[in-house]
């Protein structure tokens, strides 16, 4: 018999700071390729930055900063720039510096080469203004810091499927709900408490591909992400930080729609869930302990709450961290004749289907054009030793662990890890700093998958990235239960 009910804790100093990031409501749009608008048409919900910031003591000396952010991605000059900013702006090293997005599709998007389309005079601006943005939400964190006490707990929500669909009678796989799929639904969360009590904050962490909203759909939205936010606020009367999972191969089972009652309803869904989780959390900084027998009608084994004992604070109380980085291998893209080819033959069925009426085929030849582009944009920056060098940032909060790295992992990442770390509560966060790609497992090659067909790792880069991890765990004497 276990005398203590199992749950992580941890405690820190903790700040938080928010604020509001919604460009205008006709800035460039076209996160779809199958999308037939260019310019949004207006606001679902406001776009927010959410900022924490964690230190061990008064002084600040370790201090560190998670930037959150309603917004899709970057590319990387511009996600380059906007850390160094960041950096300079807050006086962390870049070690301690952590930003990372929601991945929403219906917010704006920011390539900074669609200044000409329609929409796109907002981008340079919003860009300019985002700094300035999420510095202010980290002074706001910064002057908010108090004592807390952090309790890691989990639950179990179904909103999130796998999407690597078999389409059967077309011989393809499809990016869509595939029912039969392996779909992790863990939620993560954290309470942070102050002394009296009192929540501080919830941190939520799902993964799920905040595509509810797709081509059709013409605001600006957080997608599921608001709903979420407004139902944990609205009950604890604390802020709800998000943070995105390893999603690679997971969506909305109701998804790809252009109604944001659809997100809304999707949020809800979640929120619920993760408000389930968090009233199961223990009572702050105290620990369930089995009391002993009272004879009743039954000998009853009888629990109760108990404060923590000197060696289980110490273990709550460990403020550390560490970046790793893994060289991984860059994959063989089509060359630039390939590519340049295509592009003049989709760009003039684009003008035939124009001419001949035809909307399905002009959403068609627009969706390949710009996977096509993308495509482009990638083989120009695969630098030239074929290697491409991997950060991941693990921040030790007491009994849990935030896991933050690039790039779109599959969920294969997130289930191994917590499997082979079962005594740790891992918070594993993706698109944290360098927007890379998705990470596959080694067997989803070859397969014809959309993510195959847009990543630049190489096969074996993600169980490469998960035994890296798994090494830096071991090394903080964090004892795995299988190799």
């Known amino acids: 018999m276990l005398p203590l009910l199992p749950s992580r804790l941890g405690r820190c100093r903790l700040g938080v700071g928010r604020a509001d990031i919604t460009p205008p409501a006709g800035a460039y749009h076209r996160n779809w390729g199958a999308a037939l608008h260019d310019a949004a048409e207006g606001i679902h919900r406001p776009l927010l930055a959410t900022v924490l910031v964690f230190s061990d003591d008064d002084t600040g000396e370790k201090r560190r900063a998670l930037f959150t952010v309603d917004l899709g991605w970057l590319r990387q000059r511009e996600m380059t720039q906007l850390l160094d900013g960041l950096c300079q702006g807050t006086g962390l090293h870049e070690d301690n510096l952590v930003l990372t997005f929601s991945h929403t599709h219906a917010a704006i998007n920011l390539d900074i080469e669609r200044t000409a389309e329609p929409g796109g005079q907002h981008i340079a601006p919003y860009l300019a203004a985002l700094p300035g943005l ?29 999407r690597d669909a078999r389409d059967d009678d077309r011989g393809i796989f499809v990016c869509g709900p595939d029912p039969g799929g392996p779909s992790d639904d863990t939620i993560t969360v954290i309470r942070a408490t102050d002394d009296g009590g009192r929540p501080v904050a919830h941190v939520i962490n799902y993964a799920c591909h905040p595509t509810t909203l797709a081509w059709d759909n013409r605001l600006i939205s957080p997608d599921y992400i608001g709903a979420m936010r407004e139902v944990i606020e609205d009950q604890t009367g604390a802020p709800a930080v ?19 009652e659809t997100a809304d309803r999707n949020g809800r869904q979640l929120g619920y869930a993760a408000l389930a989780a968090m009233e199961a959390l223990p009572t702050p900084a105290r620990q369930w302990a089995y009391r002993g027998p009272v ?8 629990w109760e709450w108990r404060d923590l004992d000197e060696a289980r604070q110490t273990a709550v109380r460990t403020f550390d961290s560490r970046r790793i980085t893994v060289e991984l ?155």
Request: one cysteine or more; aromatic letters at 6%.
């Open 329 to 483: 291998e860059h994959r063989q893209l089509p060359s630039a004749d390939e590519l340049q080819s295509g592009l003049i033959m989709w760009a003039a069925r684009q003008k035939q289907a124009e001419i001949d009426g035809n909307t399905d085929s002009v959403r068609e030849a627009r969706a390949r054009i710009e996977r096509l582009r993308r495509l482009q944009r990638l083989a120009e920056a695969a630098p030239a030793s074929g290697k491409v060098d991997f950060d991941i940032h693990l921040w030790r909060l007491g009994e849990g662990i935030l896991v933050l790295l690039g790039g779109e992992p599959y969920q294969q990442l997130q289930v191994n890890l917590r499997r082979r770390f079962p005594q740790t509560s891992l918070v594993v966060a993706e698109l944290c700093n360098q927007p890379h790609s998705y990470l596959l497992p080694r067997d989803r090659y070859g397969l014809g998958l959309y993510q195959e067909e847009v990543c630049v790792l190489a096969a074996g880069c993600l169980e490469a990235v998960e035994d890296a991890i798994a090494d830096a765990l071991t090394a903080w004497n964090l004892t795995p239960s299988i190799t």
């Open 295 to 302: 004879v009743s009608g039954a000998t009853i084994g009888a």
């Open 242 to 260: 998000f943070v995105q999972g390893a999603a690679g191969d997971l969506g909305p089972v109701h998804g790809f729609v252009g109604t944001p």
């Open 134 to 162: 999420l510095l202010e939400a980290y002074a706001a964190a910064c002057r908010t810091v108090v004592p807390v006490d952090l309790a890691f707990g989990r639950g179990r929500c179904d909103l999130a499927l796998h």
